[in-house]
């Protein structure tokens, strides 16, 4: 007899409302059997993301339209499970931490889960107290979640889904907002899971990450279409140039090039520090540094390990963060100009991107930007080079999670701010979406003499685009 397997899906097709007759999982056949890692990759919008989350039962309960198709969590029919049940056998754990907590540190957050699931109180610590050893994050149990880097959020948010007891792990890209020491952390966690029998089902944009635990990997095109159903790891390599191909996952094209010549610095910091707590004066320094320097008309790339103060160093420089010593831009005294002004000079796009949209639609929202107005068949075009055609009557909010990057890069390449500071602008992008957005803010470059300051976790991907690599080491900037 076979084996029950942990997710089977017949059949499934499944499509928004807002998308007219697109079917976004376009019938969609699929095992994944009990006690394998399962890695899905697939272009962005491709529809991962809402397969994964019609397989946890959130749609079409919170809207949209099941066509057809049945899922069955290990044999059972997913339409039988209650809630509880449905969490028991498969528990989805998202890119963005901060939707994922109710209470304010783990080990409250843990106390809750257990109590969910009816965990004698008695019972409680002593589970707590192993749970966390074995994942090594007994450190984290009780500092609040609003102190934690987003890795050492998602380990806490991995230990919840282990402590529930859930048999099937489901990671919607959870490893690409991290730094990779976290991240490999996290694949620990995984591996520990796995070898007690757990199943893991991982959409992810880097298949590499995953070599040593990953049974299998699965391509998907367009309407979750299976392109390859069993990539056994070993044959890996075989499928590289169809994962180039298919603009999923590969090496950069291109050459990695510096712009020679002085041009002086758009963004000089002297002397800076900021504090862990922007609110307390006598707090630790997070960054206590002789300052830098970022070239103008040049790319520069600002790498460093999660909650080291990379994304601080750019509140700051856009004045929503205290700090000490001095910022010059364009070598006027950051405290003497306004922020009106300011933000005329520089433009930020925002680790999340949902966090900045100001308009209800994706044309809107692109017009919002740009610093001409627009005709309706410029916005078309720059919409199809970002991969979001036939969006502009969405709403920011139904796009993809790589969709929404993307159009958060766009307005801001639209507009006119000849300094641009862009948090992670690649994460959780394919390859070909990758390449657009860093073309494209190459070209801004070196047409319109604009400077980049980006900050990556990706390396290669720093190397081959950014003139400078600036990185920060325990509270130092170091080039
Ligand atoms: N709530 C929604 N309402 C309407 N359309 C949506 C909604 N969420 C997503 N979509 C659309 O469905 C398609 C698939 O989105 P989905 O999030 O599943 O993609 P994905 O493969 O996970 O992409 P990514 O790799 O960028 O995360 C996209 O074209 C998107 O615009
Ligand atoms: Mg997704």
Not at 10 to 21: A, I
Not at 122 to 147: G, H
Request: glycine share 8%.
């Amino acid at each position: 007899m076979r084996p029950v397997p942990a997710l089977e899906v017949r059949h499934l097709t499944f499509r928004y409302y807002e998308n007219g007759k697109k079917n976004i999982v376009d019938d969609l056949s699929l095992t994944v059997e009990a006690g394998s890692t399962t890695v899905i990759l697939g272009n962005s919008g491709c529809g991962k993301s809402t397969f994964a989350s019609v397989c946890a039962g959130l749609y079409p309960e919170n809207g949209g339209f099941l066509e057809s198709g049945e899922i069955e969590l290990f044999g059972k029919p997913l339409s039988s499970l209650g809630h509880r049940e449905r969490s028991g056998y498969y528990a989805l754990m998202f890119q963005n931490p901060d939707l994922q907590f109710c209470m304010n540190t783990l080990r409250k957050e843990l106390i809750f889960c257990l109590e969910n699931i009816c965990t004698p109180p008695e019972d409680m610590e002593p589970q707590i107290e192993r749970v966390a050893s074995d994942l090594k994050v007994s450190d984290l149990l009780d500092r609040k979640f609003s102190t934690m880097s987003g890795g050492e959020k998602q380990k806490a948010s991995l230990c919840c889904l282990i402590a529930l007891g859930s048999r099937c792990i489901v990671l919607d890209e959870a490893l690409a907002n991290i730094d990779r020491e976290s991240a490999y952390d996290i694949l620990e966690m995984l591996k520990k899971y796995s070898a007690g029998g757990g199943t893991i089902i991982a959409i992810d944009h880097l298949p590499q990450l995953w070599k040593g635990l990953a049974t299998r990997y699965i391509l998907m095109g367009d309407g979750c279409r299976i392109i390859e159903d069993n990539i056994r790891p070993e044959e890996f390599d075989n499928y590289k140039e169809l994962l180039r191909s298919e603009g999923v996952w590969g090496e950069y094209s291109g050459k990695a090039h510096t712009r020679d010549g002085e041009t002086g610095f758009a963004i000089s910091l002297k002397d800076f520090s900021v504090r862990k707590d922007p609110k307390d004066k006598m707090s630790e320094y997070l960054i206590k540094s002789s300052g830098v320097g970022f070239r103008k008309g040049r790319m520069t790339a600002l790498l460093g390990k999660s909650g080291i103060g990379k994304t601080t160093t750019f509140l700051s420089i856009l004045k929503q963060h205290p700090y000490e010593g001095k910022i010059e831009i364009d070598g006027r005294d950051l405290r003497a100009i306004k922020e009106r002004e300011l933000f005329k000079t520089v433009g930020i796009v925002f680790q999340n991107p949902a966090d900045q949209f100001i308009t209800q639609k994706v044309a809107d929202e692109v017009m919002a930007g740009a610093s001409k107005t627009l005709t309706e068949d410029e916005i078309e075009k720059y919409l199809a080079d970002y991969g979001l055609i036939k969006k502009e009557k969405y709403s920011p909010y139904m796009l993809s999670q790589g969709q929404q990057r993307r159009l958060a890069v766009l307005s801001v390449l639209l507009g006119d701010q000849k300094i641009l500071l862009l948090d992670e602008p690649t994460y959780g992008q394919d390859l070909s979406s990758t390449e657009a957005i860093m073309r494209q803010l190459e070209e801004k470059v070196d047409r319109d003499h604009f400077t980049v300051l980006f900050i990556t976790h990706d390396r290669e991907l720093a190397e081959k685009w950014a003139d400078d690599i600036v990185r920060i080491e325990d509270g130092g900037f170091v080039s």
